[in-house]
């Protein structure tokens, strides 16, 4: 081995000597080739192990969605809080991911998340169904979701110093209940069917006011005209042509579904429409979000459509459809907790202190709406429930994340602050229904007695 390496050395020098510019040249061109090629190796590599990586993380958080679910509707266990931790430990805690390598994912994955919702949200209102079974869900929804926003509008204002605007854009991300909460709760607590029927109907329309008070609020607040002139403004072009665009596409995709029979694609093609008709709506100046919502309201209300226009009503939602619908759902929902709890920084004590004492403040809201909407009705019997069951969830949770997408100041708040009374407002969902449960067998207990 040294004779070998004398003989090279050797070599070399004699080479360099008789042309010491051309060899230092090719030398170093050898050179770079070789470590152009070597990182180049290295790339692939760490490319090819990157995505091995992926999907070992969306593997884990599969799993850990499917199980926290399974877990959430056996005990009332928020399932979201597993998944919040889960993005928590592969961010800060481990770094396997950190929030500047998928920040440019957000715009993608939050309106991919809002149209999902708003369809899925639209599919929820039937209309005969809603004034039929529960005309109290709508005065609920209503009421307690501008109190709420109110609320938080005036709270921030005073306690915080915030702008009146600004404040009332974190009332509407977190003025509202969580359907997703809601459903798997109601089942758990032994309530009645009217009871159930009003807070499902409830939940799936401040779902819908959520977003759409919160994106017409943050369009307002980019115009930089006035306020009065800026809502008009946007009324008058983003929600219109929306409803328009949204309404146009429904009723024709609507005529279309029954052809297409039992096909395997049906959902796949229909929210292959959906993005169409988001683009199309974002693309002339409407609301792409307000398209999506009433094109699912034109699907859930097709019964009536078809006895307007006198028409044989035909199915047009079938059980395999609702089923991967649902699943769909699901996928988002464990992605983007997961994202939050990657992108979102540890609270502070302060930070805690202020989101609890919001939630305490939202939670005294929702008794005055229940225990005003409830006078002089059977549910009143059962407002404790109907109190208890307002945690906040994914639509929340997809609306803060928006404002940085708008270009608002301090955008990062609003995911902070969101994120903290999900959390808290989901326990305090947990631990007071699982109080009322107990309250309820108490009851039974001593009426047996």
Not at 324 to 352: Q, S
Not at 378 to 396: C, D, N, P, Q
Request: hydrophobic share 55%; aromatic share 10%.
């Amino acid at each position: 081995m040294w004779v070998y390496l004398q003989f090279s050395l050797k070599s070399l020098l004699t080479s360099w000597q008789r042309n010491p510019i051309s060899q230092l040249a090719g030398h170093t061109e050898y050179r770079c080739v070789r470590i152009k090629f070597c990182t180049a190796h290295l790339e692939v590599k760490n490319s090819l192990a990157s995505a091995t990586l992926v999907f070992l993380l969306a593997t884990v958080i599969i799993m850990i969605g499917a199980a926290s679910n399974y877990l959430f509707r056996r005990t009332g266990v928020p399932d979201m809080l597993f998944l919040v931790l889960l993005g928590l430990i592969f961010g800060p805690v481990l770094g396997v991911l950190k929030a500047e390598d998928i920040e440019s994912l957000a715009p993608f994955l939050s309106v991919l998340a809002l149209v999902i919702i708003l369809f899925d949200g639209g599919l929820g209102l039937n209309i005969r169904r809603v004034f039929a079974q529960a005309p109290r869900a709508i005065v609920l929804a209503v009421l307690g979701f501008a109190m709420s926003a109110a609320a938080v509008a005036i709270f921030t204002k005073y306690m915080l110093g915030w702008h009146l605007f600004q404040g009332a854009l974190l009332g509407c991300m977190i003025g509202g209940s969580s359907s997703i909460v809601v459903i798997a709760l109601i089942q758990r607590l032994g309530l009645t069917d009217k009871c159930k029927t009003t807070l499902i109907l409830e939940s799936s329309i401040t779902d819908v006011l959520s977003i759409v008070a919160a994106i017409a609020l943050m369009g307002i607040m980019t115009t930089g005209l006035p306020p009065v002139e800026a809502l008009a403004q946007h009324l008058t072009s983003n929600f219109t042509t929306g409803i328009a665009l949204g309404a146009l596409t429904g009723l024709l995709w609507l005529g279309l579904l029954p052809r297409l029979g039992h096909e395997p694609y049906r959902y796949m093609l229909t929210l292959a429409a959906i993005f169409l008709t988001y683009f199309v709506s974002e693309t002339l100046g409407g609301s792409g979000a307000i398209s999506a919502l009433v094109f699912g309201m034109i699907l859930a209300n097709s019964e009536g459509i078809f006895q307007l226009i006198r028409k044989i009503p035909s199915e047009v939602m079938d059980d395999s459809f609702k089923t991967l619908e649902a699943e769909i759902v699901f996928l988002i929902k464990a992605f983007f907790f997961v994202y939050l709890g990657l992108i979102v920084a540890f609270p502070t004590v302060n930070y805690i202190l202020l989101t609890l004492a919001v939630s305490v403040l939202l939670l005294g809201v929702r008794w005055v709406a229940v225990l005003a909407t409830t006078v002089g009705s059977e549910l009143s019997r059962e407002k404790g429930g109907m109190t208890v069951i307002y945690g906040r969830g994914l639509a929340a949770a997809i609306l803060s994340v928006l404002p940085a997408q708008y270009g608002i100041p301090n955008a990062s708040i609003y995911s902070t602050l969101t994120l903290m009374v999900i959390v808290l407002t989901a326990i305090i969902t947990s631990m007071g229904s699982t109080g009322f449960r107990r309250n309820q067998a108490s009851q039974s207990h001593d009426n047996l007695d």
